[in-house]
């Protein structure tokens, strides 16, 4: 009897100590990426808007006559009132340093991560696996350097951010009667139409999951007493993100520089490239083999979710339940992508920021393996899912860092031409290819001179020029 219980102590000891392992390789290599994307906008990051990011150039020196027309105005396809205020309110916060978006990005990508990690190693039981080290790679390898060193990105990175909070969800209870879960489902469904189409795609199914969650949990009450209001939080939560979402489209304009899809056969070639991206920019560099290695292991796991639903009876059918229909959200936003890029592709090809709307593919399909695969196969496909990234991240860094470097390159000519006394014409006219394409050098020379009169930036060392340009900005 003695000797069975030093056997059994023995294997105690030996089972913490290996988790411990795990754990500080997981945990490690959450720190050693978030640490990269640190230094990455460090040393890279200018406070220098780019793109869509003069957007907030006239807010920013008070010179937005209408605030709300501002935030609610179109970007392409996109209506993004909640991105937009968050990232003035940090730019306020920053005094106009750029740079803040930049970090603000990879803290809440960072923090996604963390959260997955967390939640991976509670449906073991407390147990973390080396194979959890694939979520911070898949979301903050330098591959997505644009989403990470783009303070606009964050149009990006938010509503990526909500739809895995409501994957989480779904994944760590059965059903969503706690006031938590209910709370955080319910207060993202509402947030994410507020993120552009990007966000959109995901609301009238998980709409239709909170209302099914609210009818059970209405039952539930009445058979074994629990709270009413999550009922009602749910299902109010569903019915005003359906009005956000019609809201969306009052006015709405289809961008006319976006091509129409040339048929369906191009429609299902871009769909397969957006999801093959989840494997990182890399996939360009084949995307036959991405697109077969990614698509048929999305393909097995949406099997395996199905016969999740089909094997399981009671509170796990739920989940179940829940799990499948967001992985077919996650289709059906891939369909919609391939559908609204195809026509672009041929030329233009697909961006490097769009790997972050496709990793959550593969962050689902680990999650349903987790859920629903055999311990053998689970391991397989985990472990198997970490591999893959770890092998790619090199290739990753390497196209990341191209992009990186073009960005480099540009803001240094920028910030050299200021420095030499460039007047604020001149600098537009030189540069305006680089840092805002579809606007007028009168437009970014307006643009430049606000940012100066109000002292933000370098542009407070540009040489001052007669005349008055703010109101070439409007026009």
């Given amino acids: 009897m003695e000797l069975k219980s030093i056997h059994i102590s023995v294997l105690a000891t030996s089972v ?31 406070n220098i808007p780019l793109a869509e990011d003069w957007y907030f150039v006239q807010p920013l020196t008070g010179n937005e006559p209408d605030l709300a027309k501002w935030l609610w105005a179109q970007n392409n396809e996109h209506r993004i009132p909640l991105p937009r205020l968050i990232l003035l309110v940090l730019l306020e916060l920053a005094k106009g340093d750029f740079r803040v ?12 991560a963390f959260s997955m990690i967390l939640v991976a190693r509670h449906l073991r039981g407390g147990r973390t696996s080396f194979a959890d080290a694939f979520f911070p790679i898949a ?13 606009w990105q964050f149009t990006f990175v938010l509503p990526t951010a909500l739809t895995c909070a409501v994957l989480l969800v779904i994944v760590i209870h059965q059903t969503l009667s706690t006031p938590s879960t209910a709370v955080v489902a319910g207060t993202c469904l509402v947030l994410l139409p507020l993120c552009g189409a990007n966000g959109l795609l995901f609301v009238p199914l998980l709409a239709l999951w909170l209302i099914y969650s609210g009818v059970l949990n209405w039952y539930s009450v009445k058979t074994k007493g629990g709270r009413k209001w999550i009922s009602g939080f749910l299902i109010g939560s569903a019915v005003i993100s359906l009005c956000l979402t019609a809201l969306y489209f009052v006015g709405y304009e289809h961008p006319s520089w976006n091509p129409p899809s040339p048929g369906l056969g191009a429609t299902l070639k871009a769909t397969a490239k957006f999801l093959a991206l989840s494997f990182g920019p890399v996939a360009a560099r084949s995307w036959y083999l991405s697109v077969i290695a990614v698509v048929g292991f999305l393909l097995v796991s949406g099997g395996l979710a199905v016969l999740g639903v089909l094997r399981h009876k009671c509170l796990e059918k739920h989940r179940a339940l829940g799990v499948l229909l967001f992985f077919g ?7 919609v992508m391939g559908w609204g890029r195809a026509g672009l592709i041929p030329t233009l090809g697909l961006p490097i920021r769009y790997v972050l709307f496709a990793v959550p593919a593969l962050c689902t399909a680990f999650f349903v393996w987790e859920l629903y695969g055999s311990p053998k196969l689970r391991t397989i496909a985990q472990m198997g899912l970490l591999v893959v ?16 470097d073009w960005y480099r390159k540009g803001m240094e000519a920028v910030e050299h031409d ?10 537009a006219t030189r540069h305006r290819d680089f840092l805002i394409h579809w606007w007028t050098k009168d437009q970014l020379a307006a643009g430049m001179q606000m940012l100066k009169d109000t002292g933000i930036g370098p542009f407070v060392q540009m040489k001052e020029e007669p005349g008055n340009l703010k109101e070439d900005l409007t026009k």
Wanted: proline fraction near 2%; aromatic fraction near 14%; charge should be positive.
């Fill in 16 to 46: 913490v100590h290996s988790n411990r392992s795990k754990e500080v390789f997981v945990w490690s290599v959450w720190l050693v990426m978030l640490v990269i994307a640190f230094v990455s906008i460090a040393q890279y990051g200018r």
């Fill in 101 to 112: 978006g930049m970090f603000f990005n990879s803290i809440t990508l960072g923090v996604l």
């Fill in 139 to 151: 979301l903050l390898h330098l591959g997505n350097w644009p989403n990470l060193v783009w303070s």
């Fill in 329 to 335: 959200n996650i289709a059906l936003f891939a369909i």
């Fill in 389 to 404: 990234m770890c092998l790619l991240l090199p290739f990753n860094m390497i196209e990341g860092l191209r992009w990186g």
């Fill in 418 to 427: 200021i420095l030499a006394g460039t007047s604020h014409s001149i600098l």
